[in-house]
């Protein structure tokens, strides 16, 4: 069978300090859970790159800040919470640019980016970059993606496959109700209208919708009722 071609790279994937940071980012990553580990870093690359595309945003700084924007994250778990991940991940971030070769202003923009990427943090995203990876790391939460990683987070977790909607209210934060139905219900179906671009708003809206609709079927099954 004649070998199929592998599909086109952004430019951008071809620089030489996009691809240094690219291997340092996998490996720091790699001991990362499944939900939050390098495959979430490359499919936020991609959005963020393709959110990005028409928008006049600086591509380098992008992908950069979206390889690096959960590098924090060992050192939050480590520390049960007590470190937030985007503040750790954005001085790690400025350390290792400036050892590949970036220059300070590079550095600091794509600190900036990865600080302000936390969906509950209280710093807000102010560049466009900034913007677009907040958009990018929360559209991985929906879709069918966003369902397959509830459910793969709900299991690191040791939380149950289903609970109703009461329960969900009821159940706690990494205990057994802490169900990939109790995070649609009480988390992800707030993300679209927290988006900060036009481009990540439609998508979101998209993916959303077709998480709803996962879970409403979820329930009438979980239900005896299909
Ligand atoms: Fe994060
Ligand atoms: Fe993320």
């Not at 807000?124 to 970059?129: A, G, I, T």
């Not at 987070?153 to 205990?175: I, K, P």
């Amino acid at each position: 069978m004649p070998k199929r071609a592998a599909p086109p790279q952004p430019p951008v994937l071809r620089d030489r300090l996009v691809r240094a940071v690219r291997r340092e980012a996998r490996r720091l990553m790699a001991a990362g859970r499944g939900s939050h580990g390098f495959d979430h870093v490359e499919r936020v690359l991609a959005l963020a790159l393709r959110l990005g595309a028409a928008s006049g945003a600086d591509g380098r700084v992008l992908a950069l800040a979206a390889l690096l924007h959960d590098i924090g994250r060992a050192e939050e778990d480590a520390s049960g919470g007590a470190i937030c991940h985007a503040a750790a991940g954005a001085a790690g971030a400025r350390e290792i640019l400036l050892r590949l070769g970036a220059d300070e202003r590079l550095a600091a923009r794509v600190a900036d980016c990865v600080r302000r990427h936390r969906f509950r943090g209280a710093a807000r995203p102010v560049s466009l970059e900034a913007k677009l990876l907040f958009d990018a790391d929360k559209l991985d939460s929906l879709g069918a993606v966003g369902v397959g990683r509830a459910f793969l987070f709900a299991g690191e977790v040791g939380a149950r496959l289903h609970n109703s909607a009461a329960a969900a209210r009821r159940a706690r934060d990494y205990g057994p109700g802490d169900t990939a139905h109790r995070e649609w219900l009480v988390k992800l179906r707030h993300i679209p209208g927290r988006l900060l671009t036009p481009a990540g708003r439609r998508m979101a809206a998209d993916r959303a919708a077709f998480a709803a609709s996962f879970f409403e079927r979820f329930d009438e099954e979980a239900a005896g009722k299909r």
